[in-house]
T-cell receptor
Framework: GAGVSQSPSNKVTEKGKDVELRCDPISGHTALYWYRQSLGQGLEFLIYFQGNSAPDKSGLPSDRFSAERTGGSVSTLTIQRTQQEDSAVYLC?????????????FGSGTRLTVV | AQKVTQAQTEISVVEKEDVTLDCVYETRDTTYYLFWYKQPPSGELVFLIRRNSFDEQNEISGRYSWNFQKSTSSFNFTITASQVVDSAVYFCALINNAGNMLTFGGGTRLMVKP
């Protein structure tokens, strides 16, 4: 598609349930990123995928968080046993080639609310 | 390690005023890229500008201008004759040439009142 697509746009879940957030990057973009933005806060890096390389998971806050990217395209961020502190907007971005200093193109985000 | 600091968490101006958003960065690398993004109330981050570390020439785009000074490690953003539609959170970000992710500042919330 023309932009980065994320679904769902909003998700309300009960504490303890698992959730899956989806990101469909721009076609041809090799790099894909997940960031988290808590209410009124900046962007917190979660995970990064580049081509077929092993992902950089250094930003994942706990082992309840995981992500995969299938076929070098669509990515799914999974949060297991959700907690209230997981409530945030989860932003996905893709980039043509980050090493060349291209900026990211962001999706509109998934607003996750854990009740 | 990289760090981006936006000391102004919130700025409020009246329409038509000029406003400057500050950004100070830290990096040990000589080659890096600086960015500004705008996040309107709709939530999507919009790319505004990219500048590499070897290009200190200031840039102007309509009412927007950017002042990059390596001597002070700053990349400030000025909006001239602000408008209500400029109300948003603005993020400054940095990546080095070998890096694989953008490091964002905490953002500055700009409120332009009519």
């Amino acid at each position: 598609g023309a932009g980065v697509s994320q679904s769902p746009s909003n998700k309300v879940t009960e504490k303890g349930k698992d959730v899956e957030l989806r990101c469909d990057p721009i076609s041809g973009h090799t790099a894909l990123y997940w960031y988290r933005q808590s209410l009124g806060q900046g962007l917190e890096f979660l995970i990064y995928f580049q081509g077929n390389s092993a992902p950089d998971k250094s930003g994942l806050p706990s082992d309840r968080f995981s992500a995969e990217r299938t076929g070098g395209s669509v990515s799914t961020l999974t949060i297991q046993r959700t907690q209230q502190e997981d409530s945030a907007v989860y932003l996905c971005a893709s980039s043509q080639d980050i090493l060349a200093g291209y900026g990211y193109t962001f999706g509109s985000g998934t607003r996750l609310t854990v009740v | 390690a990289q760090k981006v600091t936006q000391a102004q968490t919130e700025i409020s101006v009246v329409e038509k005023e000029d406003v400057t958003l500050d950004c100070v960065y830290e990096t040990r690398d000589t080659t890096y890229y600086l960015f500004w993004y705008k996040q309107p109330p709709s939530g999507e981050l919009v790319f505004l500008i990219r500048r590499n570390s070897f290009d200190e020439q200031n840039e102007i785009s309509g009412r927007y201008s950017w002042n990059f000074q390596k001597s002070t490690s700053s990349f400030n953003f000025t909006i001239t004759a602000s408008q209500v539609v400029d109300s948003a959170v603005y993020f400054c970000a940095l990546i080095n040439n070998a890096g694989n992710m953008l490091t964002f500042g905490g953002g500055t919330r700009l409120m332009v009142k009519p």
